[in-house]
């Protein structure tokens, strides 16, 4: 059975990731990678997307319309697709997360590590309480790859999502074109690499993605290119599209239950991109 990882870099537009992100663009050019540009729903905010990602249909019709409002999801996705699969899930994610896919509201002492039956199977969150332009609480991106590295190889999962908001708090702080974020990518970059190669060693293919863009000034939530558009990387044989084919957020939910051969649900309607 295939395994897979969705590590999702939160907040970084298509240029950052092209013109930044050189050992990603390395194995993209010893074709280890490949890489599309994806764009997002609408609106462009973090937990809309994080919504939308997982369950494959727009704000419209599951309702998050903005970060103020986080709850149950009511809609199939992919972490309850998988555990009804018999699949093992794991997350490594900020508290959103789980109140969206797990149980809600969020329970700092109850939910913030758990190893029990439910959509997803292991979890590990962390809330960011406090965060600010000047405080941004985000974790070191090195523990939080390496949590992701313990569930695959202590608890098994055959999927697993990691989620980050330090490139995107650095963005809402500094903008992007910069000193601090050329650097803050580089080393983003830097310290996702070693783990690419321990998780490809381990069996899984890797996707690393984003959940959104962002303008100049640090926004998104609305339309554009920086706003909505990011890149793709993918780490893995499936068949897909030719390389300038825009892939669709949608699409991503049914297309990682199709990698993983698990029928995907009807409320998830956009076409798939990989193959069984």
């Given at each position: 059975m295939r395994k897979l990882l969705l590590i999702l870099i939160d907040g970084v537009p298509y240029r950052n990731w092209r013109r930044l992100f050189g050992n990603l663009e390395g194995w993209v050019t010893s074709g280890e990678a490949r890489v599309w540009r994806m764009r997002s729903t609408l609106p462009s905010t973090s937990a809309s997307c994080y919504a939308s990602i997982h369950t494959g249909v727009p704000p419209q019709v599951h309702r998050v319309w903005g970060n103020e409002a986080v709850y149950r999801l009511d809609q199939p996705d992919l972490f309850s697709e998988l555990s009804k699969a018999g699949r093992k899930t794991g997350a490594v994610a900020h508290s959103f997360w789980s109140e969206l896919f797990n149980r809600a509201p969020f329970d700092v002492v109850r939910d913030i590590e758990y190893d029990e039956d439910g959509p997803i199977s292991h979890g590990r969150f962390h809330t960011m309480t406090g965060y600010g332009n000047i405080n941004q609480m985000t974790p070191s991106d090195v523990d939080l790859f390496g949590t992701l590295t313990r569930l695959c190889e202590y608890?098994?999962?055959?999927?697993?999502?990691?989620?980050?908001?330090?490139?995107?708090?650095?963005?809402?702080?500094?903008?992007?074109?910069?000193e601090e974020m050329d650097h803050a990518c580089y080393v983003m970059d830097a310290m996702l690499a070693p783990f690419i190669h321990r998780w490809r060693a381990n069996g899984y293919e890797v996707i690393v993605t984003a959940d959104h863009g962002q303008d100049a000034r640090g926004?998104?939530?609305?339309?554009?290119?920086?706003?909505?558009?990011?890149?793709?990387?993918?780490?893995?044989?499936?068949?897909?599209?030719?390389?300038?084919?825009?892939l669709d957020q949608l699409a991503l939910a049914p297309s990682i239950l199709t990698r993983m051969g698990v029928a995907v649900p009807g409320s998830m309607k956009a076409p798939t991109f990989f193959t069984a």
């Open positions: 608890k098994g999962i055959d999927y697993g999502m990691l989620h980050t908001c330090t490139l995107d708090s650095m963005g809402h702080r500094f903008y992007h074109d910069c926004h998104h939530g609305g339309t554009g290119e920086l706003q909505q558009d990011f890149a793709f990387y993918y780490f893995g044989d499936s068949e897909m599209p030719g390389k300038d084919v825009l």
